[in-house]
Nanobody, 121 residues
């Protein structure tokens, strides 16, 4: 079994930056792509970014140019650097491990518990 624990969320102002981390424990995630989803109040969970084991990256259009996903395979840890944050980025951010199909992270095998990101205007 794998446990994913996010950290790095918080309350920031528009234009600020945050870096989310996702500590994975249990076993290697070598066979999985990893990524981030988010869910705002009253909305469905949506894809944010994903990265393959080899480092290929995919982003939702809404975050391209502002967010950067990376992963440290030795530490089993993906990161999400979020710059120029906007109030619309306010959501609970979830780390996930799954498969990449057609540039989307799907077949999620493991979820984290989520970390709150709040961006004030």
């Amino acid at each position: 079994q794998v446990q994913l624990v996010e950290s790095g969320g918080g309350l920031v102002q528009a234009g600020d930056s945050l870096r989310l981390s996702c500590a994975a424990s249990g076993r290697s995630l070598r066979n999985y792509a990893m990524g981030w989803f988010r869910q705002a109040p009253g909305k469905e969970r949506e894809f944010v970014a994903a990265i393959s084991w080899g480092g290929t990256r995919y982003y939702a259009d809404s975050v391209k140019g502002r967010f950067t996903i990376s992963r440290d395979n030795a530490k089993n840890t993906p990161y999400l650097q979020m710059n120029n944050l906007k109030p619309d980025d306010t959501a609970v951010y979830y780390c996930a491990a799954g498969q990449l199909i057609d540039s989307q992270l799907t077949g999620i095998r493991f979820w984290g518990q989520g970390t709150q990101v709040t961006v004030s205007s």
